[in-house]
């Protein structure tokens, strides 16, 4: 029997804003915004560091990939976004959060940060599978898994190709394709820095996988996982009428809205995206019958 859709709109609390055409991190084109300094971490939850946490190695799928791992309980991957590493893409306050109840991994994609590369040509497939051989390096059969901007590409095709890795997956400042009419801005950004000497391999290489991927859209109605999406109402790069698209795909799941934020909002609003995603996680799905 099919789920039916819930739509759920969150007022988030009043932040300063600048709308931008953002990116994730220091290492993304020029025209990313900076990322703003770290809140102070409630009482309610031990606060990490990134930088005290030490970084460690696994080998997939012929490569290494550098990680950090924060706080007890079920794993959840954080797949970080384009440009961005384990150090750059993620809030501590965020990270606190999610810590005080889950085991969190945070790692690289191959070419970034603490990752190693190697020749094989760069896709969102590529990056899924690496995805999934870091859930079994780690001794995990599944994971639930959050994705953020190209991060929710490379989870949705993780899902997509292995569903049983997935346990509840979010999907944060989403799209199905960097090719359409919405996702303008973003496609420029990509395309400009496939090209661009001032980036690194690794970022030229993540460009060059958004621009083959053919997009989600005709699997999307395939996934059967317990999927919640993210977006800021004032995203320009993934705006809010894609995520509005794909939840109408993915049967049963969840559309979460925060008003006046833009692209990868925990940046911004880290408690309300953090809380969010625990309250999503933690919540029990199975029909009142069982």
């Known amino acids: 029997m099919n789920k039916s859709l819930m739509l759920i709109l969150i007022i988030a609390s009043a932040v300063s804003l600048i709308i ?3 990116c994730t991190s220091a290492s993304a084109p020029a025209t990313c915004p900076a990322v703003p300094p770290t809140l102070t971490g409630s009482p309610a939850w031990p606060t990490v560091s990134i930088n005290a946490t030490p970084v460690k190695y696994a080998e997939v799928n012929g490569i290494t990939l550098g990680y950090r791992e924060f706080g007890y309980g079920e794993p959840i991957l954080l797949v970080p976004g384009f440009g961005a590493t384990m150090d750059s893409q993620w809030n501590e306050t965020f990270l606190s959060i999610l810590a005080s109840k889950y085991h969190v991994y945070t790692y690289d994609h191959r070419g970034m940060g603490f990752s190693s590369d190697n020749n094989a040509t760069p896709t969102i497939s590529l990056y899924a599978e690496d995805a999934a051989g870091l859930m079994k390096a780690l001794g995990y059969d599944s994971m639930h898994v959050y994705g953020v901007s190209m991060g929710s590409s490379v989870s949705q095709q993780l899902v997509i190709d292995h569903p049983d890795r997935v346990k509840k997956l979010v999907l944060d400042s989403v799209t199905y394709s960097i090719r359409i009419p919405e996702t303008t801005l973003l496609y420029t950004i990509i395309n400009s ?14 460009a060059e996988a958004n621009l083959a991927w053919n997009g989600s859209w005709d699997k999307l109605s395939r996934i059967d996982n317990d999927v919640m999406l993210v977006v800021g109402t004032d995203d320009v790069l993934t ?7 794909i939840a109408g795909q993915i049967n049963g799941s969840w559309l979460v809205r925060f008003k006046g934020l833009p692209h990868v909002g925990s940046h911004y609003a880290p408690v309300e995206y953090g809380e969010n995603a625990l309250h999503f996680i933690g919540m029990d799905e199975s029909p009142l019958s069982k």
């Open 20 to 22: 931008v055409a953002g």
């Open 193 to 206: 820095s496939a090209t661009d000497p001032t980036q690194n391999d690794g970022v030229r290489e993540e």
């Open 239 to 245: 705006p809010e009428p894609v995520a509005v698209r």
